[in-house]
């Protein structure tokens, strides 16, 4: 079964709306996760790397006021991405590593489709 | 810096063909890990194998196969006898040993099998 669920898995909504996505590792502690975007027919490109109790690192080019995470807690990352417009309609996808198995690869969550009309 | 290419944007094979995706990586660091992913139109990713920059033997799993030549810094992916359900876009991924856990994306392989 899934071990990192993101939710939700699609969600379309007006521009101008705040839309908040979910990361959680279900049955382990991440003190780090990562957040990748992915436009139609390209790579997955890191956003950003989400850091328990502390800022979030983002990637050179990344809005970190645009694309705000929170992880407040080990299995809970969050991206809210402020005022969406049509060109933040992508595949964000998120990551986790069980640190538990050593140095074993990261799970990745589903998906998020957002649309913004 | 790390970079990973992947020189074939598009790839479309006969069922039962083989078929080889190539991967290029470039990096600095000694060690390293290197993916493979498959994405199919769902969208999820599928992990199908990481290989440590120490361990350069092959490695079969069922249909596929990947061939990691360091003094190439290629590691590339074959699919036997391939399937319609094989059909996906492919992912090359490399990341740190060390340190970073991120993970560095090619641009992708789509590969369709046709019946």
């Known amino acids: 079964g899934a071990v990192v669920s993101q939710h939700p898995s699609w969600v379309i909504c007006k521009s101008g709306t705040s839309v908040k996505i979910e990361c959680r590792s279900l049955?382990?502690?991440?003190?780090?996760m990562f957040w990748y975007r992915q436009f139609p027919k390209q790579s997955l490109m890191l956003m950003a790397t989400?850091?328990?109790?502390?800022?979030?690192?983002?990637e050179q080019g990344v809005e970190k006021d645009k694309f705000l995470i929170n992880h407040a807690s080990l299995t809970l990352s969050t991206l809210t991405v402020t005022s969406a417009h049509p060109e933040d309609s992508s595949f964000y996808i998120c990551?986790?590593?069980?640190?538990?198995?050593?140095?074993?690869?990261?799970?990745f969550g589903d998906g998020t489709r957002l649309s913004i009309l | 810096a790390q970079k990973v290419t992947q020189a074939q944007t598009e790839i479309s094979v006969v069922e039962k063909e083989d078929v080889t995706l190539d991967c290029v990586y470039e990096?600095?660091?000694?060690?390293?890990?290197l993916f493979w992913y498959k994405q199919p139109p769902s969208g999820e990713l599928v992990f199908l194998i990481r290989?440590?920059?120490?361990?350069?033997q092959n490695e079969i799993s069922g249909r596929y196969s990947w061939n990691f030549q360091k003094s190439t810094s290629s590691f590339n992916f074959t699919i036997t006898a391939s399937q319609v359900v094989d059909s996906a876009v492919y992912f090359c991924?490399?990341?740190?040993?060390?340190?970073?856990?991120?993970?560095?994306f090619g641009p992708g392989t789509s590969l369709s099998v046709i019946p």
């Open positions: 049955d382990f502690q991440a003190t780090t």
């Open positions: 989400s850091n328990e109790g502390s800022k979030a690192t983002y």
């Open positions: 990096t600095r660091d000694t060690t390293y890990y």
């Open positions: 290989r440590n920059s120490f361990d350069e």
């Open positions: 990551s986790a590593r069980d640190l538990r198995r050593g140095h074993q690869p990261q799970h």
């Open positions: 991924a490399l990341s740190e040993a060390m340190g970073s856990d991120k993970v560095i």
